[in-house]
Structure formats: structure tokens, C-alpha cells
């Protein structure tokens, strides 16, 4: 025992062990021990007293043995303060490492419990301590980790700033990112400049960048609260504004000056097709029926249509139909309808429309017989996919078939973003047939690629050029994509000449997101922001270590 009870209770010297039992009733090892010290100082005044007043019974729990709690049933003591300029009369002696005031648990005890509540969650750690020897309730880990202490950190020279939401669409907070030392750095209860501005003054911030998405909130709130500061933009939503305006853009010009594939010659045709003008299993027209919300979005559609051409602007419309700016916007945009069938059976017709078109014209119009014709060309989709696309071909003449779009939006723009040299030869050659149709398609496929140049290269003074091309073309599109960026011209700029990028802070926003949602989102922002930014330290330090094992061992070793 006298070798065991040293490696159980490090802080020995300050104790006089009286025996050590095991209780069978509470199922725990109890260490009956007390306090040998002849004085003791006072916490207020730092003087010693050598007047002892009185003992009593305190009981400690520690870190389990094996399976088995640790209870120590502690003689203490409180003593007198002699000092007569003392407020404090009487004070308990505290063994610093064993106990504190008015806890009935040790702080490594505590500290275990916490950490293990940072990583696995109030309910997961009480589940967990069952079988670890040191059983308490959710709500004490929860308390624990409230109580953990903060570590001051200066400000970092590098921030990222971003928003994230405790419900989305209702409520958002902001994160502050680290993103010279990739840790997260503080989380704040919403995404107002007035809150930016604050913060930045609480903690006398100065930092010499900040990454940021393309919110003007913050760009306002990071101008007001420290005005040297380069801010920078991030590069991947301006892409993303980009490529959204390209869709759109394609979308009006294949409506205006639609691309046709030139016809298949005979040799191209399959050779084993039989004309089956007669079949006697003819299909009948498939009648795509809307869902109740296909319906309704399609009765919204024309509503929003209507009221546009009254002339009512997007604030009168949106009080009258209780629709959010964001939603009216993408209504009155949409040229068709919303939702028309089955989203993204044209894309797996897409390689094969050629082939159908020509034999449809030709008076092949059984889709049984057209599918067994596809199949062996590589055709993978479904017999209803193949029958919805046919079915909207019946009411149609010849030339408007022939005239139908061939490949979907989303190959055009990705044709486009890849550029003509990186496409093969076919690509190629569909890609420039349409250029050539209208000088606007070609005007926008120039401005295209010069912004995605631009971009990737780093080049300021040329997204400078494109942003007056953009401004003087006549892509309504692109205008629109370049006022955006003139009202934050600034930070876009730096985009192109820091390398830093708000993808890290995007990331933090999605491990911020897990913690979140593990809470079952009923954790206050306190405790949110208590659980995540320890758990981030955490993580980076087991990161820097790597080797947390061996680390513990030595520790081990070196106990007496």
C-alpha cells in the first residue's frame, strides 16, 4: 500500500494516509486521510496563521483506479486569521492540486470530465463515465465545461470572417477564423456590422488581412471598426456569382439563337434499325402529371409574371404574395415555368438526341422500339425517362424538333468555362458552329473566358479591362456581375493579389455546423461557443504532437 497510495494521490506529502478500504455500499475505494500541516496561509492577505480552529469531514472524489472511483474521506481544517486588517476571520485550508473551495471533486477529475464532455457531448461523457469508474450526470459535464477557463490569445494577423446559422434562414452568427494558425479563433450571437465593429473594439483588433465572402455587412463593419485593414475577397464566390450570371446568359441566348446540330449522315445512323411505321404495340402519349407543389410553384410563376407586367416593383410584389426578395428575384427571372417534369432526364437523353431526332422525323415514333434501338449505343436511362422526353415531341412539327437544344445548360457552361482549346474535337466543333450563329454569343463567350483569365491568373489590371468591357457590352448578365463587384472593387482586388481564401473558415463553419447539430441545437451560444473553440485547440494540439501516447508515458514513468 505504501507504494500504491504515492501513484493514486501524487500530493501525498501534504496528507497523513489512515487507511485505505474498499466500500462495497457505493462501490468505491475509500481513502481516509488528514491534513498534517502545522499552518497555514490565508487567501485574502497572504499572512500565515499558526491558530488552528476546528476540523471536519470533507469528501474529495479523484480519478478512478481500474473500474473503481476514488473517494477521499478528508480530515481538513480551518484555521484563524490573525491579522486584524483582514476581512477574512476564518478561512479552510486548501491543498492546491487536491482540492478547492466549496468542489467536492478534484481539479484533474474535473478537468477529465470536462474534456471528455468537449469531445463527446453532456449525455456521450455521462454514458461514457459509467464505464470509466467516475459516473456523473449530463448536467455536471455540461457544468464543467462552462467552468473551463478561456486562454487569452492575441489577435492574429490573419482572420477570416464568415457567417453561420443557429436556424437557417432565421438566425445567424458570425465566426472568426485563424487563418495563420488554420484554428478557429471566436464565435459571436449574429452577423451584424454593428456586432463586427464591436467585437473588433473589445479586443483593440488590428489585424493586417481579413478573408471574407462578398457580404457588404461585413465588409462595413470591418471599414468602421479598423479602417487599415486589407480585406479580400473570396475568390470562389466570385466564381460562383459568375457562373450563376453564365447560366442565365446562356439560357437568354439558347431562347434567342438556338444551336442545332447538323444532320446525321446515313453511314452514322445504326445499321440494324427497322423501320417500324406499323407497329402493333404503338405506345400511347405519356401525360406528365405535376405534383401539388409543381403545380403550385407553376400558378406562382404566372402570378409573378403578371404582376411584373403591371409594372409593380419587387417590394410591392413581395408584400402582396409575403415572398422574399431572393425568391421573387429567381421567379421573375425563370423564362419557362418552374419544374416541368422530372428533373435531369434531358441530360441522360443528351448523347442520344441526334440519333432520335433523325429516325423521330424519319416516322419512327414508337419509344419501345427507340429504346431497344439506344440500348446497345450505351442508352443507361429508364423507359420512362425516354417516353417523358418523346412525349413532349408528339404536338410538335418536324422543324421544331429539329430545332430543340441538343445539350442541357449545364454542358454549355461547362463547355464554356473549359474553353474551345481544352475540348476534343467534337466539342469543338459544336462550340464554335454556335459562335458563329450571333455576334452576342460570341461577344459573351469572349468576355467569358477573359474573366476566367483573369481570375485564375491573378491578374488585376486585366479583371480592371473586363469590368469596363462588361460595363460597355451588351450582355445584361455580365452587367449585372460587374456592378457587384464595382461596390466591393476594393477586396476584389486583393483576391487577386493575396493568396489567402475564406475555403478555411468555410470549413470551420461546417465542423461548427457537427458540434451544432451533436447538441441536437439546444445548446446555448455559451456553451456552443465553450464546446467548439476547446475542442479546436484540442484538435490543433494533438495535431502538432502526433504522438500523445508516448508523451503519457513518460509522464508515467517519471511517478514515484
Known amino acids: 500500500m505504501t507504494v500504491y497510495v504515492p501513484v493514486v494521490l501524487p500530493h501525498q506529502e501534504q496528507l497523513e494516509i489512515l487507511s485505505v478500504q474498499f466500500n462495497a455500499s457505493v462501490h468505491c475505494l475509500d481513502v481516509h486521510a488528514q491534513l498534517n500541516s502545522q499552518f497555514a496561509v490565508c487567501p485574502v492577505c497572504h499572512q500565515p496563521s499558526y491558530s488552528l480552529h476546528r476540523r471536519y469531514r470533507r469528501t474529495i472524489y479523484d480519478l478512478p483506479t481500474g473500474t473503481f472511483p476514488i473517494r477521499i474521506v478528508l480530515q481538513s481544517q480551518i484555521w484563524n486569521c490573525k491579522n486584524s486588517h483582514c476581512p477574512k476571520k476564518r478561512f479552510a485550508e486548501q491543498v492546491p492540486g487536491l482540492m478547492q473551495g466549496y468542489a467536492r471533486r478534484t481539479p484533474r477529475l474535473r478537468s477529465r470530465l470536462a474534456h471528455l464532455g468537449v469531445e463527446a457531448g453532456g449525455e456521450g461523457t455521462a454514458r461514457l463515465s459509467v464505464e470509466m469508474g467516475i459516473p456523473w450526470s449530463a448536467d455536471t459535464v455540461l457544468r464543467e465545461i462552462r467552468a473551463l477557463p478561456e486562454v487569452p490569445r492575441p489577435v492574429p494577423c490573419i482572420l477570416g470572417v464568415d457567417d453561420w446559422s443557429f436556424r437557417k434562414g432565421r438566425r445567424y452568427g458570425t465566426i472568426w477564423y485563424d487563418v495563420e494558425h488554420h484554428s478557429p479563433f471566436d464565435i459571436m450571437k449574429d452577423r451584424s456590422s454593428e456586432t463586427v465593429q ?11 488581412v481579413v478573408t471574407r465572402d462578398s457580404s457588404m455587412t461585413y465588409a462595413d463593419g470591418l471599414t468602421r471598426g479598423t479602417p487599415k485593414t486589407i480585406q479580400v475577397a473570396d475568390r470562389f464566390h ?13 439560357t437568354r441566348l439558347d431562347a434567342q439563337f438556338p444551336w442545332t446540330e447538323s444532320p446525321l449522315s446515313v453511314n452514322e445512323v445504326h445499321e440494324n434499325v427497322e423501320e417500324s411505321l406499323s407497329s402493333p404495340w404503338i405506345v400511347p402519349p405519356v401525360q406528365i402529371s405535376l405534383s401539388p407543389a409543381a403545380k403550385r410553384r407553376q400558378k406562382l410563376w404566372e402570378i409573378v409574371h403578371e404582376l411584373v407586367r403591371q409594372g409593380k416593383n419587387y417590394s410591392q410584389i413581395g408584400r402582396e404574395l409575403n415572398l422574399s426578395r431572393t425568391t421573387l428575384r429567381s421567379y421573375a427571372r425563370m423564362s419557362v415555368p418552374p419544374n416541368q417534369g422530372r428533373q435531369g432526364t434531358h441530360r441522360k437523353i443528351a448523347p442520344f438526341l441526334s440519333y432520335l431526332k433523325q429516325r423521330w422525323e424519319a416516322g419512327s415514333q414508337n419509344v419501345k422500339q427507340l429504346l431497344e434501338e439506344i440500348r446497345p449505343m450505351g442508352y443507361r436511362g429508364s423507359y420512362s425517362i425516354l417516353a417523358e422526353v418523346l412525349s413532349k415531341w408528339r404536338d410538335k412539327t418536324p422543324e421544331e424538333i429539329r430545332t430543340l437544344p441538343t445539350l442541357t445548360v449545364f ?31 460570341a461577344q459573351a463567350y469572349s468576355l467569358t473566358q477573359e474573366f476566367l483569365k483573369a481570375i485564375h491568373r ?58 451544432k447539430r451533436q447538441m441536437f441545437g439546444r445548446g446555448k451560444l455559451d456553451l456552443l461557443r465553450k464546446r467548439y473553440l476547446a475542442l479546436a485547440q484540442r484538435r490543433h494540439w494533438y495535431k502538432r504532437t502526433q504522438q500523445p501516447s508516448s508523451e503519457l508515458v513518460q509522464g508515467l514513468s517519471e511517478v514515484p
Open 238 to 250: 466570385i466564381l460562383q456569382n459568375f457562373v450563376e450570371a453564365l447560366r442565365r446568359c446562356i
Open 198 to 208: 464591436t467585437w473588433l473594439k473589445e479586443h483593440s483588433a488590428s489585424p493586417r
Open 411 to 441: 454542358e454549355w457552361t461547362r463547355r464554356w468555362i473549359k474553353g474551345k482549346e481544352n475540348l476534343g474535337p467534337e466539342d469543338q466543333q459544336q462550340v464554335t458552329q454556335w459562335l458563329e450563329r450571333d455576334s452576342s454569343v
Open 458 to 515: 491573378h491578374e488585376p489590371a486585366r479583371l480592371q479591362q473586363w469590368l469596363a468591357e462588361a460595363e460597355q457590352g451588351a450582355v445584361p448578365e455580365f452587367r449585372s456581375v460587374a456592378r457587384g463587384l464595382r461596390r466591393d472593387e476594393a477586396a476584389v482586388m486583393e483576391a487577386l493579389q493575396w493568396p489567402y481564401s475564406n475555403g478555411p473558415t468555410e470549413a470551420a463553419v461546417n465542423s461548427l455546423k457537427t458540434v
